[in-house]
């Protein structure tokens, strides 16, 4: 299973012109292609006005065919390019295959939280192990199901972490859950020691909230 993900950070300034575009092409994509593309906002984290898309597919070719079909559909053509008026720069693509988990499609208004690091050089093994392994230590203390990916483009050897929330209550529950394990943050420096990258900078935790 691939997660492909898409994002774009709007300038400002045409707020409801571009949340409105933004619903539009994300509607005119799962007509063309069927893929089933959602659409998400960054909220409570760094990069305020950040849009996410994500698909999940089964392999690279019901991608590949999604792709043709958009490439020559001209309303999505058009669209696409009117987008660089509500955006800071081009948007990134970022290709994931997930190794651990599955995920649940909660509909407009979930939450999800994402927490990226990359391997250390030489722990890529280990690393995609000891990730699996707090992924699941995560959903047993929370009862929210945390799944793990493994980054295909982008930094090599990145990690990504999941968990999907129906809603805020559940969000704030699952984190109240983590804060007050007492176990959990020893647990998390055991598995991370050496084996993910030093830079603070380098990894990130972020929410999302699904609006379309």
């Known amino acids: 299973m691939y997660l492909f993900v898409r994002r774009a950070r709007l300038a400002g300034g045409q707020t409801r012109a571009s949340m409105m575009w933004a619903t539009e092409i994300t509607d005119r994509v799962n007509q063309v292609t069927g893929l089933g593309v959602t659409l998400h906002s960054q909220v409570f984290s760094a990069e305020v006005g950040e849009l996410v898309w994500v698909a999940m597919v089964p392999d690279l070719s019901t991608l590949e065919k999604g792709f043709e079909k958009l490439a020559v559909d001209d309303f999505y053509i058009a669209e696409q390019d009117r987008a660089h008026g509500f955006m800071t720069g081009p948007p990134t693509d970022v290709l994931q295959s997930q190794v651990h988990g599955s995920p649940v499609d909660l509909g407009v208004g979930s939450y ?33 199901e945390t799944t793990v990916s493994v980054g295909q ?15 805020i209550e559940s969000l704030d529950a699952a984190q109240q859950a983590l804060s007050g394990d007492p176990d959990w943050l020893a647990f998390v420096d055991e598995m991370t020691a050496g084996v993910y990258t030093s830079d603070p900078m380098a990894s990130m935790q972020a929410v999302y909230r699904r609006i379309h």
């Open 112 to 144: 999800a939280s994402a927490v990226t690091t990359t391997c250390a050089t030489g722990r890529i093994t280990e690393g995609v192990t000891n990730a699996i392994a707090l992924a699941e230590r995560a959903t047993a203390i929370t009862g929210a």
């Open 153 to 167: 483009t982008g930094p090599y050897g990145t990690i990504s972490w999941g968990t999907g929330h129906p809603g």
